[in-house]
């Protein structure tokens, strides 16, 4: 695994993460600000065509 695609994978599960905690704290506009950064993220890994799971 090169640098970018290890680098991109843990940026998702750490921006997901965060957006989990947000909800969980019943923060909805920082869930949709991870959620977006979460969106934009996948867009980026699948131009590069790095595979994320769900």
Partial sequence: MDAFTAGILQRIESTRSERDQARRLGDEYTAEVEQSALDDLHR???????????
């Fill in 44 to 54: 980026l890994a699948a131009e590069h065509g790095v595979e994320v799971s769900a």
